[in-house]
């Protein structure tokens, strides 16, 4: 679905992404970890149109996507979330919900008209909005939503466009245990109905549980790729995230790394 | 007590050309995210436009170039393409840079599009204008009911404005542009092209202060450049931020509260030496006013409102 290959930026004299080369496959729930400053976020932002590869090609069902907006790239049904969860402020859920839906996205064009909504359209952004525990919220400002409802208000949004490829960024950063049980839930969920994820986060507990598959990166380049459970093992993943003290500790740190992961995550 | 009638319809007139401006300002930078500080460009642009090609061929003493005398419905029309051929023109280049930067480009391009006015006498005239200009409807009504005529016209125009934008702004375009108000990024990632929406934005807010314009020539039956200064600009923002940003209700109430505010001192019977300062209060009581609204009731008269939305569940539906 997704091939990055050979992608290269820089910003300035520092390679931020170093020859990657990266595939996602329909249906599967793909992680990219890696320590601040590694280059996941920097090829995030390649991939998804916000930053113009050096090098490279990118595409998306086939297409090249590499030259193309970042709105055009939406438009495809690749949809991306930021580090931090982000909303319109002053629109209101419901709104914002609307903003993604495939309605506007098909009205928008028409300068004026179109001014009532749909009630299938409202309907489905409603049912959406209940799914995730915001229904009762859908009136008010997004500006006053507390930040666990602004983080699911993000997966409600992008579930209105109906995404072919979400692209989440650190979405468990920041998040109780609790939230992260019912993202977990939710990506899972919506992988059954057919969207394919690709995910960054430090957390790795998180990205045990919810990825298939795993890419590792350390100064932009990837470093380890396969089945989530072996590259979090993988000795230059282990060296990465608790530094070279793990090679002098007989494999002892390597098993104390993954057990104290797999229970209580590795934060930022 | 005529005088006081004949008096408060006159501000009317000059509240709903002020009501047109608002609205067209609010279109674009409250609803959109374009923070513009020229929007008297196209005020002027669309006056200059109707006149040249409205007035009759310039006299002896005068210098400017068409004076078709075309009918008046043809100088309207075209005000309204000149102002959104004039937004198309400012906002190809503009529209790349980020808010601060498009801010300030708008404003400097109003005073460049002033000097052209002033300094092109074989376009306009220059300085010395335009006067003697044909009102609409004129010879239908006695001399002294024409006031009303024209406020009626000027209500006709504000109402149009009224609806361009209130129909923009329940709109999915219109969701697009207060989404890019809100959020480029996050509404970026929604498949709006923010260059795309901007520029039609930007063109419809021109159009219809081109549109103003002509009401503006009607009102004064006279053009010249010093009715297109920088000033205007930021009255209509002191109107629009006394009104309520955002809310079409706010910029339309903003326009007559600032006209009041303004224009309601000249009524008053006073010395010659009074009326100079009272002219130079003008001013400062619409700071006052603006103080007071920022310090007290920052979102203005009337802010911006959640929107909702009439049918939601099915029951809500069925209902319906």
Redesign the interface.
Known sequence: MLEASAVHLSYGGLRAVDNVSLSVEAGRIVGLIGTNGAGKTSLFNVISGFARADRGTITFEGARIDSEHASAIARRGLVRTFQTPLGFPRMTVLENMLVFSRHDGKARHRLAGGSRVPDDVLQEAMRTLDEFGLAARADIWVQDLAAPELKMLEFARAMMAQPKLMMLDEPAAGVNPALIESLVRHIKDLRERGVTFLIVDHNLKFIAEVCEEVYAMADGRIIAHGPSAEVIANPDVIRLYIGEAADKADGRAEQSFTSTNHEQGVQQ | MEGLILFAVSMLTLGAVYGMLCLALNLESGLGPLWDLGIVSFFGIGAYTYVLLTAPPAADHQSYIFGFGLPMWIGVVASMVAGGVAAWLIGLPTLKLKREYFLIVTLAFAEVIRQVYANEEWLTNGVAGIYGLQQPLRSTVPAMQYSYVLLALALLGLAFAWA?TR??G???????C??LR??E??????????RG?SM?VYM?AGALAGLAGVFGVWYTTLIIPGQFEADLTFFVWAALIIGGI?NQRGALIGAFVFILLHDALRFIQVSGEWAVTLTSLRTALVGLALILILRFRPEGLFG?R????A????QE?ERA
């Open positions: 361009v129909s923009i329940a709109s999915p375009f219109g969701r697009a207060k989404a809100e959020n990024a996050l509404a970026i990632t929604a498949g709006i092209d923010p929406v039609r419809v955002g911006e959640p929107v909702t939305f049918q939601r569940t099915p539906a």
